[in-house]
């Protein structure tokens, strides 16, 4: 006789024949209708003779809500021991199946508001999801479905500003990327925007960041340039999208990223190529229109090239802020990358 842990998932129905609406949850992932306690097999046991340790909102079968949203409920590492079964158990899981889950480099997925709260974005599953902390510690709750489950959505960015929220992110739609956007305010999330329903077949990589109140940036890559729009009113309306002077070289690897600096400002970090086969980190600021761009890789020591990946932060009192630059770059003395820091 094999011993394990047997689940049950409360059904739409009651069973004809045991008057409770309970159906077993099948280890072996075969989902034999009508199975009930005294039906089970062997093989529905967990781990049982499929050596099925996992029951996660990823897992085979998963614990999300049948044929509804996922759960958040996950046990790992199901075992018998004795007479006994052992299992950890998590009510708000964090998990995704993608490697790109918080990609790419310069688009922000944590952010901390002023009450002391974690908001969090992510992809999994082809979808963009939601979570926030009250404490950071893990206990990650209010999993909530940005996207509308078309799938092929990556790489959100997410900003704050007195207990808003805003986030941007892509989708791939075979041809061509679409561009999103949505607030959370008041209390709730309002409906998804359409910023670049044609962006190009190249991954835009939208970034977002709120340099004042009210006042919201976003920069992403369309079609060999990096593209801008701007709100006024927190998102209700935007800008027509536009193109940044001087970025038509960016290259595959580009990787906008910008915060606040100063009143009003915004600065923006991206790779491109200015000198052919050599990759750079540039800056621009945007005030009332955007700067030139501050190549933040000149007069760097010769043996350091393949500029690339660039992030940007702020530091400083509410009167100046400071803008921080790292990024990686290839170091021919060490033969190796190496990370790199400008404080503008």
């Not at 760097?300 to 940007?312: F, K, R, T």
């Given at each position: ?150 799938g092929s959505n990556k790489y959100p960015c997410l900003a704050e500003r007195s207990g808003s929220l805003f986030v941007v992110w892509q989708r791939y739609t075979g041809s061509t ?12 999330w309002g409906s998804t925007q359409t910023l670049d329903s044609n962006a190009g077949a190249n991954a835009p990589l939208p970034v977002i960041a709120s340099p004042a109140a009210n ?130």
């Amino acid at each position: 006789m094999i011993k394990g842990l047997l689940i049950f998932h409360c059904a739409n129905t009651v069973h004809t024949q045991t008057l409770l609406n309970l159906d077993v949850v099948e280890a072996n992932g075969i989902d034999e209708v009508g199975q009930f306690i005294g039906g089970c097999k062997n093989a529905h046991l967990f781990p049982g003779p499929t050596n099925n340790t996992a029951f996660t909102p990823l897992s085979n079968p998963s614990s999300n809500i049948r044929y509804g949203p996922r759960s958040g409920f996950a046990l790992t590492n199901i075992a018998v021991n004795g007479s006994g079964v052992s299992a950890n158990a998590y009510i708000n899981y964090l998990i995704s199946n993608s490697a790109d889950a918080t990609a790419a480099n310069g688009g922000r997925k944590l952010v901390r508001d002023g009450t002391g709260k974690y908001h969090l974005v992510y992809e999994s599953e082809g979808e963009i999801y939601y979570q926030y902390s009250t404490t950071g510690n893990g206990n990650w709750l209010g999993l909530f479905r940005l996207s509308s489950g078309n799938g092929s959505n990556k790489y959100p960015c997410l900003a704050e500003r007195s207990g808003s929220l805003f986030v941007v992110w892509q989708r791939y739609t075979g041809s061509t990327h679409v561009v999103y956007h949505r607030r959370y305010a008041s209390g709730a999330w309002g409906s998804t925007q359409t910023l670049d329903s044609n962006a190009g077949a190249n991954a835009p990589l939208p970034v977002i960041a709120s340099p004042a109140a009210n006042e919201l940036m976003v920069v992403y890559r369309s079609g060999g340039n990096l593209k801008w729009r701007r709100s006024t009113d927190n998102g209700s309306s935007w800008s027509t999208a536009a193109t940044i002077s001087g970025t038509a070289l960016n290259s595959p690897t580009v990787a906008p990223a910008k915060t606040a600096w100063g009143a009003n400002t915004t600065a923006l970090a991206y790779a491109t190529n200015v000198i052919p086969n050599t990759s750079n980190i540039l800056l621009h600021y945007y005030n009332s229109g955007w700067s030139a761009a501050y190549n933040l890789s000149f007069g760097l020591p010769g043996n350091l090239s393949q500029h690339a990946n660039p992030s940007v932060a702020a530091s400083g009192d509410l009167a100046y802020w400071h803008p921080h630059t790292a990024w990686d770059a290839y170091d021919s003395q060490y033969a190796n990358r190496v990370i790199l820091h400008k404080a503008g």
